[in-house]
């Protein structure tokens, strides 16, 4: 069992940054590719970003491509999901999820934190 913590969300203005953490509670998670979804209040779950197991994969989802950069220290035991040029749309609760593969569905992740508000004004 990994347990998931997230954190460093809060409230920005439109065209400012935030900087999410994921960390496990007990176990490494090196084994493990880490995703980062939201889900906005009415709104499906949906895919943000993806890192492979030894870092060297990403995917992004189009809305954040180019603004959001995922990254992970295997030695620290953290994913990072660096948010830049933020947008009203990208308010939501984010998550960070633990799987087998760096992939985009929902399904192939195990292991899921409890999530942080992100609130972009604008």
């Known amino acids: 069992q990994v347990q998931l913590v997230e954190s460093g969300g809060g409230l920005v203005q439109a065209g400012g940054s935030l900087r999410l953490s994921c960390a496990p509670s007990?176990?490494?998670?090196?084994?493990?590719?880490m995703g980062w979804f939201r889900q906005a209040p009415g709104k499906e779950r949906e895919f943000v970003a993806a890192?492979?197991?030894?870092?060297?994969?990403?995917y992004f989802a189009d809305s954040v491509k180019g603004r959001f950069t995922i990254s992970r220290d295997n030695a620290k035991n953290t994913v990072s999901l660096q948010m830049n040029s933020l947008k009203p749309e990208d308010t939501a609760v984010y998550y960070c999820?633990?799987?087998?593969?760096?992939?985009?569905?929902?399904?192939?992740?195990?292991?899921w934190g409890q999530g942080t508000q992100v609130t972009v004004s604008s």
């Open positions: 890192i492979s197991r030894n870092g060297g994969i990403t």
């Open positions: 999820a633990a799987g087998p593969a760096a992939v985009t569905t929902m399904r192939a992740y195990e292991y």
């Open positions: 007990r176990r490494t998670f090196s084994p493990y590719a």
